[in-house]
Structures are given as C-alpha cells and as structure tokens.
C-alpha cells in the first residue's frame, strides 16, 4: 500500500481503454472495501450506482459501480 501501484494500474487501464477507442471504464467494488473506494475517487472516477441487492449469497455486502470518462487519445 501506499507505493503508487494501483494509481499507476489505473492510469494503465485508462491508456489502454483510450487506446481502443472506448470512452470511458466501469469499475465495480464493494462498500466494504473502503480503500478501493478511496482510491477510484482518486482516480477521478464517480460512483454512479449503488444496489443493495447484488448480491444473492451475501445479503450484507453492498455493490458500487463506480465510471471514468475521458476522451480517447484518438481525440474523438
């Protein structure tokens, strides 16, 4: 932790996500991984839907989808 690593997995994602031409990347997580959150937050990533009910053997756990947009490096 704490070692740029995943920020820098992050940033990899995006490029090669550009790359192929999409616009943007989802990415889903639990409300129990508090620094994952954390870390999609830092990554400019914006939770867009939370589901309560995701989960049919784990009535606890909570999804979050969180989404990075950008613009393609192709520029479209």
Request: proline share 3%; glycine share 6%.
């Amino acid at each position: 932790r704490r070692e740029g690593v995943a920020t820098a997995l992050c940033e990899a994602v995006e490029a090669w996500a550009a790359s192929e031409g999409c616009r943007a990347v989802m990415i889903q997580t639990q409300h129990i991984n508090v620094p994952g959150c954390r870390l999609y937050e830092q990554c400019g990533c914006v939770l867009r839907k939370v589901r309560h009910d995701a989960y049919l053997d784990r009535p606890d756990e909570v999804q979050m989808l969180w989404e990075k947009r950008f613009e393609t490096m192709l520029g479209s």
